[in-house]
């Protein structure tokens, strides 16, 4: 008798590739422009490189380095496991995906730890943040040693989806800052929050939607 996970897999049609090549390309380029916008800079050890963060770097560093780490892995995750190519290449990947989320994670709650208390929304937010990444990532975790195949793709989706926050908090807040809707303190509170809660919320229903189409089908 097959178990639950396998015949999981065996049900599962792999994406269909176009999707999943033009949804990895916008995915990288907006990595590109990150590190080319947001984290280059850094690369640069002195004060007038890291601004306001020069004083608590000491957490702000391993959450750069661990976040770099979890979205570019994490790319090469979300094909390989969207083409079924869930072999050692997968395995070790996953293995560094994770400890780039556990480095990073563990930084973001140190500077949402030590924020001034009159930035305390936006402190809430990347704390929300740094929550959601651990625990979407954990379940990732949990799951593929169930040998849970299925669930584990979808929690590592989630996952990404909050690794992939950071860019976006970059994008949604300078256009932001730029359009002048509203003062630069507020606008960053609103996106610490909003960059991770509202991915989220858009990708859930795409994934129930699917599980329903999968279910139609059988």
Same mark, same amino acid.
């Given at each position: 008798m097959s178990t639950p996970a396998i015949e999981t897999?065996?049900?599962?049609?792999?994406?269909r590739p176009w999707i999943v090549a033009a949804t990895l390309?916008?995915?990288?380029?907006?990595?590109?422009?990150?590190?080319?916008?947001?984290?280059? &800079?850094y690369s640069i050890y002195d004060a007038?490189?890291?601004? %306001? /963060?020069?004083p608590r770097r000491a957490g702000f560093i391993p959450h750069m380095a661990g976040g770099l780490?979890?979205? +570019?892995?994490?790319?090469? &995750?979300?094909w390989l496991g969207a083409t079924r190519r869930t072999r050692s290449l997968h395995r070790n990947l996953g293995r560094v995906y994770l400890g780039g989320v556990a480095v990073g994670s563990a930084g973001a709650f140190y500077l949402a730890l030590t924020i001034e208390p009159k930035y305390f929304a936006y402190a809430a937010g990347l704390f929300g943040l740094s929550t959601a990444w651990v625990l979407t990532t954990g379940m990732a975790y949990a799951a593929i040693r169930k040998r849970a195949i299925e669930? !584990?793709?979808?929690?590592?989706?989630? +996952?990404?989806?909050?690794?992939?926050?950071?860019? /976006?908090?970059?994008?949604? #807040? &300078? /256009? /932001?800052? !730029?359009?002048?809707?509203?003062?630069? %303190? &507020?606008? #960053?509170?609103?996106?610490?929050w909003a960059c991770w809660s509202v991915p989220l919320l858009?990708?859930?229903p795409l994934l129930q939607l699917r599980k329903m189409r999968r279910g139609a089908l059988h």
């Open positions: 897999a065996r049900r599962v049609a792999p994406a390309c916008i995915l990288a380029a907006a990595t590109l422009w990150f590190i080319q916008q947001a984290a280059r &800079q007038a490189s890291y601004g %306001d /963060l020069w780490v979890a979205i +570019s892995t994490g790319l090469i &995750q979300l669930r !584990h793709r979808e929690w590592m989706i989630r +996952s990404y989806t909050v690794t992939f926050a950071f860019v /976006l908090f970059r994008l949604v #807040d &300078q /256009l /932001l800052i !730029h359009w002048r809707v509203a003062p630069a %303190d &507020q606008i #960053d509170a609103m996106t610490a858009l990708v859930e």
